[in-house]
């Protein structure tokens, strides 16, 4: 449950008692969120369904979240967390908002009760019982009420899931067709060079090697890359991945996973050309002065 605090008296109060308060209070032009004390004019306070975790709310700086290897491989956490994914509860909420919004004027003033509440059952019976109390709908009108409310929600909630299979749909039809564009670049490819002569075959392999060659930077450039980081790093030590990591990153190249095995080789024999300046035991890699 999300608590409010008055900005012009200091009163805290439920969510679905703010707008008793401001008729109340002269001083109310805004309240802020205790648990994460972000203020809200007028009615922003309404679209606040979800705040911080308790852990984040109690631990506070002491709290870290989940331990993930940073850019870098030193295994620092990350400063700005990455946002969870919405609970069911939380995006029932979300659907009671976009209906508020959708309601007709009959019905606009019980869903909008509905949206300053986050304890709104997802089932239709349970939802009924909820509203006699909540909204006090009783009588025969009542239940007419209670059943165009479940209506409206339900027709809403059907809306977001058509919407959220598309847009799964398109990502997956773009995936495959890139695929199979390149196989039918790789089978072409393969047809074309059983025709080629082996005057041909020899310039392809020419220009293969100079390709190769082009592919990675220069030995020079990259054992100075691997200095300059290694200068940087605490004691002049790091491990050959994150080294490995921080030259890329220098000269702005990067290597796929074919690759790879190649950069790595590359890397080790600039380590291997300059005994007196880069030594290897075992996973680090050390300047010597």
């Not at 030259?247 to 080789?265: A, P």
Request: some cysteine; aromatic content about 6%.
């Amino acid at each position: 449950m999300v608590f409010f605090c008055c900005d012009g008296c200091g009163e805290t109060f439920k969510k679905a008692k703010v707008d008793a308060h401001a008729a109340k209070c002269q001083e109310c032009f805004s309240v802020s969120c205790v648990d994460c004390s972000q203020s809200f004019p007028g009615d922003d306070y309404r679209n606040h369904t979800s705040c911080i975790s308790e852990a984040e709310r109690y631990e506070k700086t002491i709290y870290r979240g989940a331990r993930k290897l940073d850019e870098s491989g030193t295994g620092h956490r990350h400063q700005q967390q990455q946002k969870c994914k919405m609970s069911p509860q939380e995006a029932w909420n979300q659907t009671i908002q976009v209906a508020a919004a959708q309601a007709s004027s009959s019905l606009k003033s019980y869903v909008d009760q509905l949206s300053m509440l986050e304890n709104v059952p997802r089932k239709e019976k349970q939802f009924r019982n909820f509203t006699v109390n909540s909204l006090r709908l009783k009588g025969p009108n009542g239940e007419k009420v209670k059943g165009e409310i479940w209506s409206l929600l339900v027709k809403v909630r059907e809306e977001e899931k058509k919407k959220k299979d598309e847009f799964c749909q398109q990502k997956q039809h773009t995936k495959p067709t890139s695929k199979k564009e390149d196989e039918n670049l790789g089978s072409s490819k393969t047809v074309n060079s059983k025709h080629v002569s082996d005057s041909d075959d020899e310039s392809l392999s020419n220009n293969n090697d100079k390709r190769k060659s082009i592919e990675f930077p220069p030995e020079k450039a990259a054992t100075k890359a691997m200095k300059k980081a290694l200068k940087k790093s605490p004691n002049k030590q790091l491990k050959f991945k994150t080294l490995r990591k921080q030259v890329q990153e220098s000269l702005s190249f990067k290597v796929g996973k074919e690759k790879k095995k190649r950069w790595t080789r590359m890397l080790q024999q600039c380590v291997n050309a300059n005994p007196k300046k880069l030594v290897m035991n075992g996973k680090m890699v050390t300047l010597t002065k």
